[in-house]
């Protein structure tokens, strides 16, 4: 499921440096988080949708990995930042 152009923006903004990051670990994390929530949604209505499945399995696993970036590499911001976004650790 795509995000809407506005919501990127505004996930840009909010944990990049500025409102060209959209390559940092956090504004990653972020944007993957949406779009894990929006295809979680669609799952629940399309149980069949073994695509979507899938896609939803793989940004799982990219958004893990970006975590695990996250903790090692700056500790003090991992905890109030997954605390923020509503991710189980």
């Given at each position: ?27 990653q994390i972020a944007?993957?988080?949406?779009e894990i929530e ?52």
């Amino acid at each position: 499921m795509a995000l809407s152009k506005e919501l990127k923006q505004e996930l840009v903004a909010k944990y990049g440096a500025n409102e060209k990051d959209t390559g940092s670990v956090k504004v990653q994390i972020a944007l993957l988080t949406k779009e894990i929530e929006a295809l979680t949604i669609h799952l629940k209505n399309n149980k069949h949708d073994g695509s979507s499945r899938r896609g939803l399995f793989t940004k799982v696993g990219a958004r893990k990995s970006l975590l695990a970036y996250l903790a090692k590499n700056d500790p003090e911001g991992y905890a109030p930042f997954i605390k923020e976004l509503g991710i189980r650790k």
